[in-house]
């Protein structure tokens, strides 16, 4: 279920699952079409919205907490004068509702104007943050946005801007896909394990930047392609071009996989991947793995709609009869359910937002599809749900592993002891939501259906083995987080 009720505060600090964009224009100004390209975005963060502008000689910011469309007015866009410019929205996380982490993150200093846009989590932001205190830098927010904007804006005072960016890279650790503005020049940045999406558009008259391609096809560009991990990406003032530097080089990549089950939108392209068809085949391996041939196969919308799809088209490719149908209806004006503070208010969160058609499941056996069990809250709901609407076996068709750890990268999960496969299993959770079996896909499905090798997704939340180096955790790879003191050698 997108957007959906059930998932709670991060497991650590400031988790940051948001959506960037950095616009530079031949004469036009970058505020509207930033507009534009953050509505597009609005699935990834509904906390807050901001746009920094810059118009050769001085920065300009908006930032306001809410939707995009309440958080601008024609005004507020008019005064953002620049052709060049950032944008951002936040994603809403409980212990966040604070202006002081809206972003984009904007300060000045000796060596200009700096605005930076941040999707992702870094797991040693206080150990920056603590060594830039202690050179005199002070600090607005507890978030990482501003640790990283620091670090560069020193690093500009003694080093060209892609020096700048490098060096900044080699003392953060975790996943960040950036957006940067130094003066009117705007750039993206991927982390070196990729693991926040980031891509490259073309427009009539410029370039943009951001998180997901539906937003370049909002603004009426072209994908011209992801920001590859590790590479900075430096858009010309004049909207005429871009130049591209490969900082770093990994053997492997730590895509996140829950971008394509569940956080992205299905018509964005990521990493050469259309998520639709990703979800498409993720139903598919779903019926190959786990499929049982039900009256009907129902979606848990909205990302359960591809899987669902998928599912059905298999099975009649082997002869079963099992038909797609929209039996739960959304209601589509609840959001952000899943900042209920209490169990209760979860459940109830999960009835406002779903409904069943009766007629749709009354005397029939049905099939459940969602993207996630994260507590069990939703599938524990609607398995009663539907039963009540008269079904007569319910299944629970899961397309991804079960999550058993938290997410460190900056998707807003839930902690270890919230997670209800943490500590169960498959059979107890299935007892749990009270569904007459209940199946997840394997990792090597996922992998598969997403077309990339296991070893370049960051599988963490479903294996317990993270690509960073966490404090307290394993790690699936050799990697090292960087000493921190080396920033001034
Ligand atoms: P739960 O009810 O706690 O088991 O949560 C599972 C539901 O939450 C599923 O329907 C998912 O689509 C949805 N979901 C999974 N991850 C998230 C997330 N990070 N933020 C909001 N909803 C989520």
């Known amino acids: 279920m997108e957007d959906g009720a059930g998932a709670s505060r991060p497991a650590t600090g400031m988790t940051e699952k948001c959506g960037v964009v950095g616009i530079s224009l031949a004469e036009r100004d970058a505020a509207l079409p930033t507009y534009y390209a953050l509505y597009a975005l609005q699935h990834r963060g509904q906390e807050s919205a901001g746009i920094v502008t810059h118009d050769g000689f001085q920065q300009h910011q908006h930032v306001e907490m809410g939707l995009v469309g309440d958080a601008f007015d024609e005004s507020d866009i008019d005064a953002l004068t620049g052709s060049t410019g950032l944008g951002h929205v936040r994603y809403p996380t409980e212990g966040s509702l604070d202006k002081s982490c809206a972003q984009p993150f904007s300060v000045s200093f000796r060596g200009g104007a700096l605005g930076l846009s941040h999707n992702g989590n870094l797991v040693n932001a206080d150990e920056v943050r603590d060594e830039l205190a202690a050179t005199g830098h002070a600090f607005t927010s507890d978030g990482d946005t501003e640790v990283i904007a620091h670090d560069i804006a020193r690093n500009l005072l003694e080093a060209d801007l892609v020096r700048a960016v490098k060096r900044t890279m080699e003392r953060i650790h975790g996943s960040y896909a950036l957006t940067i503005m130094h003066d009117d020049t705007v750039m993206g940045v991927r982390d070196p394990e990729g693991n926040r999406p980031l891509c490259i558009g073309e427009l009539d008259d410029g370039y943009v930047i951001t998180s997901e391609s539906a937003a370049i096809d909002t603004l009426g560009g072209d994908l011209v392609r992801d920001v590859q991990p590790g590479e900075l990406v430096v858009l010309h003032e004049d909207g005429t071009g871009f130049d591209a530097y490969q900082l770093f080089e990994r053997d492997r990549s730590a895509h996140c996989f829950f971008e394509y089950v569940y956080f992205a939108r299905p018509d964005s392209v990521i990493d050469d991947e259309l998520v639709y068809e990703v979800r498409r085949d993720l139903g598919r391996e779903l019926w190959a793995e786990s499929g049982v041939d039900t009256d009907v196969v129902m979606p848990v919308p909205d990302s359960g709609r591809a899987f669902a799809s998928g599912y059905s088209d298999a099975a009649h490719e082997d002869g079963a009869s099992v038909e797609f149908a929209e039996g739960l209806m959304k209601n589509r ?60 076996e319910v299944h629970v068709r899961i397309g991804a592993p079960a999550i058993l750890a938290p997410c460190y990268m900056g998707i807003n999960m839930a902690t270890r002891d919230e997670l209800i496969a943490a500590d169960k299993s498959t059979d107890e959770i299935r007892e749990e939501i009270g569904a007459d079996s209940l199946s997840y ?49």
């Open 441 to 489: 896909l394997s990792v090597d499905a996922v992998a598969s259906a997403i077309g990339k090798r296991r070893d370049d997704l960051c599988l963490g939340c479903v294996t317990g083995e993270y690509p960073y180096d966490i404090d307290g955790e394993t790690t699936d790879r050799e990697v090292e987080r960087p000493g921190v003191a080396s920033a001034d050698d």
């Open 333 to 392: 004006y609840v959001g952000r359910t899943f900042i209920m503070p209490t169990q209760e208010a979860r459940e109830r969160a999960v009835r406002l937002k779903l409904n069943p058609i009766r007629s749709t499941v009354e005397g029939k056996s049905v099939t459940i599809i969602d993207d996630s069990i994260v507590r069990g809250t939703t599938s524990n709901q609607l398995v009663e749900l539907v039963r009540d609407a008269g079904a007569e």
